[in-house]
């Protein structure tokens, strides 16, 4: 017994032996099926992405016509003494001697867009259309389609266009935005640059960004965007729209690897408002807030700072309900708030007339609003008509090495802009200035600041004086360049 229980405690030598070229031989295995799997995340091409998603995505070309002045007529500054003499001369008033007007000049824009359903709805980047007199789509076939414009939403910069056709148009679904990550490969297909239908593939360096305003939600990459990529799609390796590609951040103005799509989790609620009002309708609560920082939430007696600070109640839904300045949004429609852009997105995504309970924290207590929710267009029209009844024109102001001047109606017919355009227009730009660094150059309008709109070279000021106060050393601004927007960091002198 004590023989076989010592033998049966080692390893027989010849089982050794032939055990372990065995265990050499799986590890070798697993190493190769790991080595393996790894390959296949990775595409060899996208060659059969591209061939299915291509017929659906289309080339735009935007017509519009613009007031003509004589060629090589002088642009004299408002008030100037000759300014009567010159316009009379070259632009021939009725009823006074002078040369003939001039016909209206025809400008043509390229962009990209896709189409969404069999029955020819298509989608693009607002700037894309705004002020068209025609559209005109091409598709991957050849088949070229007058488009009707349905609806634009300008906060989002999407809009929807309708062609009518016989038969059914090829189209692309929409993907789950929300379900991507950083890393994933994505291609993104349009008209670069008025190149044609063009395919070019990167990753998803990063998600959530908010560059433009309140509702922004991008999906960061680096696969190559170029004037005439807006509009455009940006697929998943499934063939699903995850983003609409609108932008990129660039010193002057081609790709270096950083361009923004809007996020298809925003871009189709915005679509189904087109769908079925052709205009967004987003709720609104009648308030403005800010976050709050460690020491307002000591303040007030909150333990985190969470929520949204209420610093003005407008006459509106809020008051009615009777919320105070000095409140604190914690919960809204039985969700939590974690800052002001959250609200924001969430209150706009409620949708109009509904009654929600809004909780807000006062005086050391959490006390529950019941508030009918209004529509935030209606109040951003109102609030448009008014400024403009009341603003008087704006003289040209140097800040951050540029002279701008705020747009009015003059300058829009001077620039060939549309009605609608507001900002600031660059009249000069100092050489040696980080703006001329960063390829700024007059004649671009810059339309945002620190993600809100500008309208007044002070909304600018305020803006670089938030940006300082937060301890940032720059301003990211949003310029129009032809109509393409940019973001440019502009540095803050100290």
């Not at 009002?277 to 807030?289: A, H, N, P, Q, Y």
Request: hydrophobic fraction near 40%.
């Amino acid at each position: 017994m004590k023989s076989h229980a010592a033998y049966s405690g080692q390893a027989h030598p010849g089982i050794a032996q032939m055990l372990r070229p065995l265990a050499a031989a799986v590890v070798l295995t697993l190493v190769m099926i790991t080595a393996a799997a790894a390959q296949q995340d990775r595409p060899e091409s996208f060659a059969d992405l591209a061939e299915r998603v291509s017929p659906a995505v289309v080339n735009i070309t935007t017509t519009t016509t613009v007031a003509s002045r004589l060629d090589g007529a002088p642009r004299l500054p408002e008030g100037s003494p000759f300014e009567d003499f010159f316009r009379d001369f070259f632009d021939g008033p009725q009823g006074r001697p002078g040369r003939p007007e001039q016909p209206p000049r025809r400008n043509q824009a390229l962009g990209s867009g896709f189409v969404i359903s069999d029955d020819g709805f298509i989608v693009t980047n607002n700037h894309v259309i705004e002020g068209a007199d025609e559209i005109r789509i091409e598709f991957f076939s050849g088949l070229e389609l007058e488009a009707e414009l349905v609806g634009t939403d300008p906060a989002t910069d999407i809009a929807l266009l309708k062609v009518e056709h016989d038969a059914p148009l090829p189209h692309v679904p929409w993907g789950d935005a929300e379900a991507a990550r950083v890393g994933d490969w994505v291609i993104a297909v349009g008209n670069p640059l008025g190149q044609g239908f063009s395919v070019s593939a990167g990753i998803i360096s990063a998600r959530g960004r908010a560059l433009q305003g309140n509702f922004d939600d991008y999906i960061q990459t680096d696969a190559a965007i170029n004037r005439g990529n807006s509009g455009g799609p940006l697929f998943n390796m499934d063939g699903e729209v995850i983003g609409v590609n609108t932008a990129i951040l660039s010193p002057t103005g081609g790709s270096i690897g950083i361009g923004f799509a809007m996020s298809s989790s925003v871009a189709t609620n915005v679509i189904d408002q087109l769908l079925e009002f052709g205009s967004t309708r987003r709720g609104w609560l009648g308030v403005r807030i800010q976050d709050l920082t460690d020491e307002m939430a000591e303040a007030i007696g909150l333990e985190t700072p969470r929520g949204a600070m209420v610093t003005d109640v407008m006459d509106g839904p809020s008051k009615d309900a009777g919320m105070l300045a000095g409140d604190v949004i914690l919960r809204f429609d039985d969700g939590d708030v974690r800052d002001t852009r959250m609200l924001v997105r969430r209150v706009g995504d409620a949708g109009v007339g509904r009654d929600v309970d809004v909780i807000v924290f006062r005086n050391g207590e959490e006390i529950t609003l019941s508030v009918t929710l209004g529509q935030r267009e209606l109040f951003e029209a109102a609030a448009r008509s008014s400024a403009q009844d009341n603003a008087a024109p704006e003289a040209p102001s140097r800040f951050l090495g540029m002279s701008l001047q705020a747009l009015n109606d003059t300058l829009r017919a001077e620039l060939d802009l549309p009605s609608t355009a507001t900002g600031l227009i660059v009249r000069e730009v100092e050489p040696d200035s980080d703006a001329a660094n960063k390829g700024v150059r007059a004649g671009d309008l810059i339309t945002e600041a620190n993600q809100q709109p500008i309208s007044t070279v002070s909304d600018l000021e305020d803006r670089a004086a938030e940006a300082r106060e937060a301890g940032r050393r720059s301003l990211l601004v949003l310029l129009r360049r032809e109509g393409d927007p940019r973001f440019v960091a502009l540095g803050l002198d100290d």
